[in-house]
């Protein structure tokens, strides 16, 4: 059988290829219907009603990466035209992308991406936007005034939440020159959250997650990841290189983690989707 499918020939070759031109096609029918949807959506999208944003940069070989060494690879293993199936074989690294900080990326003895639940992945999430100072300050940081400043706009940050950052910085994925901001001595320069900003969240929000638009929670210029370790030790995951956070609401949306339960793993690429 395994041979007639190589070669394909043969009734197994014959009822794969069924198989997958019937789901092609339902696939390629849903995808014009959604285009069709798409042609008929405001680009700006409405907080007043309910809305779908996908904030995952796609998996690229490409993507800007903390240390460029470990970009990642792919090549292609077979194709359609000579084996009757395309597959493709991928080298990543688990924090490649739109990826999941696991508490045992930092902390001693955390939790690893299996273990996260599904109540942890799917929570409350706010926007707290600081574009318009990091676009002159690449350094800054999320401070607990800008929490403070959001509140008294937005409203109280629910407990739970994931509090993500918006600075802008997503616009840069295509330079990875421009998304690291590195320096001629090699320091990094993009924004983060400040750790004692974590910290008041922790205690005062009990918040679920912290999430970025950057290559990091901590901003670019540290070097002894405070950030990281405060939410960690905490027993809570990050979210790093998230995409089109200036889409979504400052308040009142849901975000659903789809973390890949990597056997031991520190965190792991995810695709993450808001609704509000």
């Keep these: 059988m395994a041979q007639q499918e190589r070669a394909g020939t043969g009734a197994g070759f014959s009822r794969r290829a069924a198989l997958v031109g019937g789901a092609a096609a339902a696939v390629t029918a849903a995808l014009a219907g959604t ?69 045992g990326h930092f902390t001693p003895g955390g939790r690893l991406a299996p273990e996260l639940r599904i109540d942890e992945l799917v929570t409350p999430a706010v926007v707290i936007d600081i574009s318009t100072r990091a676009a002159d300050e690449p350094d800054t940081v999320v401070t607990i005034d800008d929490v403070h400043a959001h509140e008294q706009r937005h409203g109280r940050i629910p407990d739970g939440a994931a509090v993500l950052m918006n600075s802008g910085w997503g616009t840069r994925i295509g330079d990875p020159v421009a998304y690291r901001g590195a320096d001629a001595m090699g320091t990094l320069h993009f924004p983060g959250f400040g750790a004692d900003t974590c910290e008041w969240l922790l205690e005062h929000r009990r918040i679920r997650s912290l999430g970025v638009d950057t290559l990091s929670i901590d901003p670019g210029v540290s070097t002894t990841f405070d950030t990281h370790l405060v939410l960690t030790g905490a027993d809570r995951y990050g979210l790093e290189n998230l995409a089109h956070l200036d889409r979504i609401p400052p308040t009142g949306a849901t975000i659903v983690v789809g973390l890949i339960p990597f056997e031991e793993g520190s965190g792991g690429p995810a695709r993450v989707f808001a609704s509000w």
Aim: some cysteine.
């Design 35 to 103: 285009a069709r949807a798409e042609d008929r959506t405001p680009r700006t999208p409405s907080w007043g009603g309910r809305g779908l944003c996908d904030l995952t940069h796609p998996l690229t070989t490409g993507l800007p990466m903390f240390v460029p060494a470990e970009a990642p690879s792919r090549r292609t293993v077979v194709t359609i035209e000579e084996d009757g199936y395309y597959l493709q074989e991928w080298r990543v690294f688990e924090h490649t992308g739109t990826h999941v900080d696991a508490p």
